[in-house]
């Protein structure tokens, strides 16, 4: 992303969680307040009724359901274990790359004792704190942690903050290892394992080569990659399963369970009739800190 402008892609993700919540009756991963963290450009895309039908029936459909489904169901997947740590008693929970997820305003009456960082540029999260000022009042246990990944490490930005290093704390990196080049990721995943405690958990996606995939999944990745590049955005991060299984162990952590798109597929949509299902070009993973 460009210095002074907030991310494209985090823009883009919570329109797409808006439409879920608006086209399906039963959204893949409900969040009422999606619409409002979008601009007025998106707003205006997902109100025109011309549009939206647009969506629906042209030749993109497909790559736009697997898109969707991609967006939606990591957040899901995320939360899953967010609620089942937090009903533990974990009171830290570390959004790296929180983008315009809105988490803040869905959890804060229920959860008002947790403690909830937001690491992020600091473009973006100008944009963020503005659209939540407009909507009212920021949460009181909400902290936002200015990073810019590629120039500055993530324990010395949450050494800034009032996070507690020694407090078991659950994470999640969503939509953002795909525009970041594989080595900093492996280097952000050692640098994070330094500065949490053992038994907090980390949940993340992450791209697997397009020369795995086949068909419409590889075009679609390959179209997909065009047009993140046209938003300055470009997917550069792609993993081998087993190779960032092993990599993960030597870095200090545990891998308690990595799903495949036909993983969450069978997890999340078997249920529904209408034929969606998770592209097979990125995976959930969740590890465990030891």
């Not at 947790?114 to 100008?126: F, G, L, M, S």
Request: aromatic share 10%; hydrophobic share 40%.
């Amino acid at each position: 992303m460009k210095t002074g402008r907030a991310s494209n892609t985090a823009q883009a993700a919570a329109a797409i969680c808006a439409y879920d919540n608006l086209s399906n009756q039963r959204p893949l991963f409900h969040d009422a307040y999606a619409i409002n963290m979008t601009s007025p450009a998106w707003r205006f895309i997902l109100s025109n009724k011309a549009l939206m039908r647009l969506l629906k029936t042209s030749p993109v459909r497909h790559a736009w359901d697997l898109l969707v489904t991609q967006v939606a169901l990591r957040s899901a997947y995320s939360e899953d274990w967010l609620y089942e740590a937090l009903d533990r008693g974990v009171k830290q929970y570390v959004m790296i790359g929180a983008g315009l997820d809105s988490f803040a305003l869905r959890a804060v009456a229920k959860y008002p004792d947790v403690k909830i960082y937001e690491v992020d540029h600091p473009d973006t999260q100008a944009l963020k704190i503005k659209i939540l000022s407009e909507h009212g009042k920021i949460p009181e246990n909400v902290e936002f942690v200015p990073i810019n990944f590629e120039q500055e490490k993530l324990s010395e930005a949450l050494g800034k903050s009032s996070y507690d290093a020694n407090q078991i704390a659950h994470f999640s990196w969503l939509g953002t290892t795909h525009y970041l080049k594989p080595e900093t990721t492996l280097s952000t995943l050692k640098d994070l394992a330094s500065c949490a405690a053992t038994d907090s958990e980390l949940v993340f996606d992450y791209s697997v080569p397009y020369q795995n995939l086949q068909g419409i999944e590889r075009l679609g990745t390959m179209l997909l990659s065009q047009v993140t590049h046209l938003l300055n955005e470009p997917i550069i991060g792609f993993f081998n399963t087993q190779q960032l299984h092993d990599l993960m162990w030597d870095l200090g952590y545990l891998v308690m369970e990595d799903l495949s798109g036909k993983d969450i597929t069978e997890h999340y949509l078997a249920w529904r009739k209408n034929g969606m299902r998770h592209t097979d070009a990125a995976h959930l993973i969740r590890l465990q800190f030891i």
